[in-house]
C-alpha cells in the first residue's frame, strides 16, 4: 500500500520561508508526475505545483516565483520551497500523484501570521 508521508510546515511569518517534503513508500515513485496541493479551512483542496517525471514543473499563477517543486526520484521525495510567503497560503498541504492517484497522506500545516 502506498504511503505519503508530508513534513516540514510550520508557524512563520509573512515574507519567511518554508521547504516542505513528501516521502513515497510502497510504490514506484519516478514515473509518476507528482503535484503539492493545499486545502484552507472551508475550501476544497487545489493544485498548487507539479512536476513531472522528467522534471517540468508547473504553478498556479499565486506562487509563481515564489515556490519551487522538485523531486529525488532516488528517495521517492517530492519538495517544494516556498519563498516569500503570504498569510493567503495558509493551508493544509498534501502531496500526490498529478490525477491523485493514491490515498493522502495526513497532510503539513502551513500557518502564515504576523
Known amino acids: 500500500q502506498v504511503q505519503l508521508v508530508e513534513s516540514g510546515g510550520g508557524l512563520v511569518q509573512p515574507g519567511d520561508s518554508l521547504r516542505l517534503s513528501c516521502a513515497a513508500s510502497?510504490?514506484?515513485?519516478?514515473?509518476?508526475?507528482m503535484a503539492w496541493y493545499r486545502q484552507a479551512p472551508g475550501k476544497q483542496r487545489d493544485l498548487v505545483a507539479s512536476?513531472?517525471?522528467?522534471?517540468?514543473?508547473n504553478y498556479i499563477d499565486s506562487v509563481k516565483g515564489r515556490f519551487i517543486i522538485s523531486r529525488d526520484n532516488a528517495k521517492k521525495t517530492a519538495y517544494l520551497q516556498m519563498n516569500s510567503l503570504k498569510p493567503d497560503d495558509t493551508a493544509v498541504y498534501y502531496c500526490?500523484?498529478?490525477?491523485?492517484?493514491?490515498?493522502w497522506g495526513q497532510g503539513t500545516q502551513v500557518t502564515v501570521s504576523s
Open positions: 500526490n500523484t498529478i490525477n491523485r492517484r493514491w490515498s
Open positions: 510502497g510504490t514506484n515513485f519516478s514515473p509518476y508526475a
Open positions: 512536476i513531472t517525471a522528467g522534471g517540468n514543473t
